[in-house]
């Protein structure tokens, strides 16, 4: 029965895994396309070379996002995401008069908690780490 469970575990943490890196990873491909958009959105919050940021940003989305998909170094991809939700939410969601902004808000929060969870736990089983 536990090698039964371990499977179901398992299977559950890839598809949650795939599910998560989906996001990011087609969020920083359609980010190639709208450079000018993007970087002006960043330097609309008051960050500093809002160009870097977004070519940081494409990066570490595609590629944090691969790696998470294969399970390869899955927590140390994992947590940077994490970070990266949380640090978005707090920097581009904060103006709380307004509903959608509420509401990306928390949704970065769940997906940064969920990036913490397989940083905590691992990539499980299937995966190139092996959990």
């Known amino acids: 029965m536990t090698n039964e469970n371990n499977t179901v575990q398992d299977s559950v943490a890839l598809v ?68 990266f939700s949380l640090l978005t939410a707090i920097i581009f969601h904060n103006d709380f008069a307004q509903q959608s902004e509420v509401t990306a808000l928390l949704k970065n929060f769940a997906i940064g908690g969920g990036m913490l969870a397989v940083a905590a736990f691992g990539p499980g089983r299937f995966s190139l780490d092996r959990g």
């Open 16 to 83: 949650a895994r795939l599910l998560l890196a989906t996001l990011f990873i087609l969020a920083g491909v359609n980010k190639i396309g709208g450079m000018e958009g993007t970087v002006g959105y960043i330097a609309s919050v008051g960050l500093p070379f809002p160009e870097l940021v977004y070519f940081g940003t494409v990066a570490l989305e595609i590629g944090a996002g691969l790696l998470l998909a294969i399970g390869f170094k899955a927590r140390y991809a994992a947590g940077a995401l994490g970070i």
